[in-house]
């Protein structure tokens, strides 16, 4: 049952919401229709090209990819979280899913109420990082947070990873897993041993199974659903004009001026590989698309899908981890994935290639 649970909450939310709900909203309606028509309108009062132009319809604008993001990314994926977690508390049986999987979760430092932050993170790591205010303390937050940031794919990813993957071979198929597996038990482990205090017990009721009742599981989805929104639309506007400011002074460029000479020389990869990297902190599914157009070897995928992976995902997801986490820790979190993403993909590389 815990299988099947798992499995359908997954299903729902990090293919259906996560896939088709957000392909309509994001894609079809955001993308297709809305920003055309608003950078339409935009153009008959100002340059597009300009810097008020590129700050509010650009490619990183307000009214654009902001926009984009909070109506067509971030609220169907936070309704449909919000949802699914209504229908759990309601029916009794969240406690339950807790209880079946705390003594694994215990041994990476969180509880059973763990698990749902990360199964929903390989739907949407932004989404796992919303859904780490399930747990109790704020050292499990953290630890949660940062496995979700540093090693949890999202399906957005995952699909071009698996299409990269499908040709490279079955060794180094494993070899990626393994490592992607490593490096969230290594973590797990280290943070728990590191951050003071120790794993909260799960002491929680377990009621009665019951049917939900509609109204309560639409005014809990309705209420939590507004009150995130209210918190996380200005992150989002802050993370749009940093963007937007690194694309007006070069920061973008010089970034992948600066990475460049690390990829060709630490990892082994071509130049270019700077552009998918940076792309994907604007959004993660950009960069690993951008790997497809290299000539790559089977080792240099293998050591680009390593990297692309463990560092911290697009700017939305980022947001949040600001929001939930704080400056620091977040920055923190942060700035490690960059260091673990490239010290362990150089070491690969100095195997492989």
């Known amino acids: ?23 309509l909203t994001e894609e079809t309606i955001m993308q297709g229709h809305y920003e055309p028509w608003v950078k339409g309108v935009a153009s008959r009062a100002l340059s597009l090209s ?17 926009a984009t993001y909070l109506a067509g990314l971030l609220l ?32 990476i430092g969180l509880n059973g ?23 109790d303390t704020r050292r499990e937050k953290t630890i949660a947070a940062a496995l979700l940031n540093f090693a949890i794919p999202c399906s957005a990813q995952i699909g071009v990873i698996a299409g990269m993957l499908a040709g490279v071979g079955g060794g180094l198929v ?15 482990t280290v943070l728990d041993r590191l951050l003071p205090g120790e ?20 005014r809990k989805t309705a209420t939590r659903s507004w009150f995130f929104m209210k918190e996380a639309t200005p ?6 004009l940093v963007v937007v400011f690194l694309q007006l002074t070069g920061g973008l460029d010089l970034w992948q001026r600066l990475l460049a000479p690390v990829i060709e020389g630490w990892l082994r990869l071509p130049g270019e590989a700077a552009t998918a990297f940076v792309m994907g902190m604007v959004r993660r599914d950009f960069g690993a698309a951008g790997l497809l157009d290299l000539a790559l070897s089977p080792a240099q995928v293998v050591i680009s899908l390593v990297v692309i992976t463990l560092f911290v995902p697009c700017i939305a997801s980022l947001m949040v981890l600001f ?23 150089g070491l690969i590389a100095g195997i492989l290639v």
């Open 113 to 135: 109420r763990a698990v749902i932050p990360l199964i929903l993170g390989f739907g949407c790591v932004q989404l796992g990082t919303i859904t780490t205010r399930l747990l």
């Open 1 to 23: 049952l815990m299988a099947m649970v798992l499995w359908a909450l997954y299903r729902v939310i990090g293919v259906w919401v996560a896939g088709d709900i957000v392909g």
């Open 50 to 66: 300009s810097v008020p132009g590129q700050g509010l319809v650009g490619d990183f604008g307000l009214f654009t990819m902001t």
């Open 76 to 107: 169907p994926l936070v309704i449909g979280f919000y949802f699914c977690l209504a229908l759990l508390e309601d029916s009794g049986y969240l406690p339950r899913l807790a209880t079946l999987v705390d003594r694994l979760m215990t041994a």
């Open 323 to 345: 929001k939930e986490r704080g400056l620091r820790e977040a920055s923190i979190v942060w700035v490690g994935s960059w260091v673990t993403a490239f010290a362990v993909g």
């Open 235 to 240: 992150w989002f506007i802050f993370g749009s």
């Open 174 to 188: 494993f070899l990626y897993l393994g490592v992607i597996f490593s490096v969230l038990v290594v973590l797990g």
């Open 199 to 218: 794993s909260s017990s799960l002491l929680i009721d377990l009621p009665p199974m019951r049917l939900p009742r509609p109204k309560n599981v639409l």
